[in-house]
């Protein structure tokens, strides 16, 4: 190793020491469950910016979209943008209306709206895909490692090779944090990540374009190819992700992300009130946009040149960190990408106890002690941990990619529980059976599409539309995304409608 990559690696171990401290030390603050589940709704708009922004860009939402960039150029930007639109459209809609219920979980609103079954159906998907969304940032953690310092082959056990058992250390660090103060030092640890994520693109951006040949790169069709900078690309032969069926794909799954995830918006329900939370949001929106345009452009840059050829494209950021900062500052943002991703994976397995705790946990045990509730909070945190640290495993094995581990399972779980939530805030007809029937028909699809099932049953059917529906490839997230949110809300719509009409007659 060379000194510069131990000063960083130093650098890094000395930084996730301090945010694992802050967060034993913020346990004096942690009174009761509203504490530890919410931060006793004492954040402002700053620290609710600054949290959803670490959350947001730092793991898989930067490191993923880099290294896609470094292979296809800067169509995956729109994710970016598209989901900054999303956000401020959240702020001004769904979260409003949110807070002024003075909820905890987005279930409570489930469960008075179309009954105590439905809602616990919602809070078991949501545990099971925030468990596994939480393998996703263990995986970006050792990915950033491996990138940085590499891993050792000797730093194996358990039958596990040397990078899964970083990612099982990383797990138990994530586990570790999250345990002691919860959402509380979550929000304030990711309030330094952001600063200093910031500091790092505006730092790497020079750097990176000097680099790789100077700003002349980026204009030089011969280096860079002019469809690398065209984002919205017609189709290339069936839903591809180099077209625009995956900017359809990061629309439909940017709804449940910014509207109706607990995940996203715990941090704007622990806000001081509605109007803080609201501007909290709008300004992480603002800001993650050019911040992801800052990472974008030097990656393709430095692609474009040749001088760094990379077998696992995700690896690409926290390499040019490593090389291209200067020593000390180069392992300061690498710190901050990791606490920032540990962060995330904290505070997915929060809002997972979270759902756990008020929906399932405490209609059964009432009358405890806000201690005993946050003890159970806590051993579902280590089950979640758990949980995702066999799915990171998993997608090691499988070579699946940072982001394309994400779009697996959101397009299975999300788009049913969007349209469901979405149901109960707007459509007034919504019905038990309409909201229990989409549910059942949306994820249903999803996960027999996700399992080849549909494909399966090609050779049975010769019925016109349905064999065209059973040729199309539904074993893609693109494809899941794009067909599972309508089903889900036309499933609902006519059952609901269905009821009321069997009900008049």
């Known amino acids: 190793m060379t000194t510069a990559a131990a000063v960083n690696l130093g650098i890094v171990i000395v930084y996730l020491l301090a945010m694992l401290a802050i967060g034993v030390w913020l346990t004096r603050y942690v009174k009761s469950g509203a504490d530890y589940f919410l931060a006793g ?18 793991a898989m939402y930067l490191v993923g979209p880099a290294g896609k960039a470094y292979e296809g150029g800067a169509v995956i930007l729109l994710m970016a943008w598209t989901g900054n639109m999303l956000a401020a459209i959240s702020a001004v809609t769904f979260l409003p209306r949110f807070r002024r219920l003075r909820i905890t979980t987005i279930t409570e609103l489930l469960r008075e709206r179309y009954g105590r079954s439905l809602s616990i159906s919602v809070a078991g ?13 263990m995986l970006t953690c050792a990915t950033i490692i491996e990138g940085s310092f590499g891993i050792p082959d000797w730093y194996q056990v358990a039958g596990l090779d040397s990078f899964e058992t970083a990612i099982a250390t990383i797990a138990v660090v994530v586990v570790f944090y999250c345990l002691f103060s919860g959402l509380l030092a979550v929000v ?8 200093l994520i910031i500091l790092g693109a505006v730092i790497l951006l020079p750097l990176a374009v000097k680099y790789a040949g100077g700003v002349g790169i980026l204009f030089d069709a011969d280096k860079i190819a002019p469809a690398k900078w065209t984002m919205f690309r017609a189709a290339s032969g069936g839903a591809g992700q180099d077209d625009y069926t995956l900017i359809l794909m990061l629309l439909v799954l940017g709804l449940p992300y910014w509207f109706t995830s607990q995940y996203m918006l715990q941090r704007s329900f622990a806000g001081r009130n509605v109007q803080e939370a609201s501007k909290g949001l709008l300004w992480a ?12 452009v030097p990656v393709m840059a430095v692609a474009a040149s040749g001088k760094i050829q990379l077998n696992n494209p995700n690896e690409i950021l926290p390499l040019l960190a490593q090389q291209i900062m200067p020593i000390g500052l180069g392992g ?6 990791i606490a920032a991703s540990n962060s995330t994976a904290s505070s997915v397995l929060n809002s997972l106890a979270t759902l756990f705790e008020t929906e399932m946990y405490r209609p059964l045990a009432r009358g405890k002690s806000d201690a005993h509730y946050m003890n159970v909070g806590r051993v579902v945190t280590v089950l979640g941990g758990v949980g995702g640290l066999v799915y990171a495993i998993c997608c090691h094995r499988l070579e699946l990619g940072l982001l394309d581990a994400v779009w697996m399972i959101g397009s299975i779980f999300q788009p049913a529980i969007f349209v469901v939530t979405a149901g109960a805030l707007f459509f007034r007809r919504a019905t038990p059976a309409g909201g229990r029937a989409c549910l059942f028909v949306g994820t249903g699809y999803a996960l027999i599409g996700a399992l080849g099932g549909w494909e399966r049953l090609r050779p049975e059917f010769d019925v016109p539309l349905l ?14 995304a794009l067909v599972g949110m309508p089903l889900s809300a036309v499933t609902l719509i006519a059952v609901s409608f269905f009821k009321i009409g069997r009900a008049h007659v």
């Not at 709704?41 to 730092?58: D, E, K, P, Q």
Request: contains cysteine; positive net charge.
């Open 41 to 58: 709704r004492s954040l402002n708009r700053w620290v609710i910016c600054g949290s959803v922004m670490s959350t947001n860009v730092a």
């Open 125 to 137: 998907m949501w545990m099971v895909f925030y468990a596994m969304f939480s393998g996703v940032t």
């Open 188 to 195: 304030y640890t990711d309030l330094l990540q952001s600063f």
């Open 285 to 296: 929106a603002l800001l993650t946009g050019p911040l992801t345009l800052c990472y974008i």
């Open 332 to 337: 300061l943002f690498l710190a901050a990408l």
């Open 467 to 480: 064999r065209e529906f059973l040729s199309w490839n539904h074993a893609t997230p693109i494809t899941r």
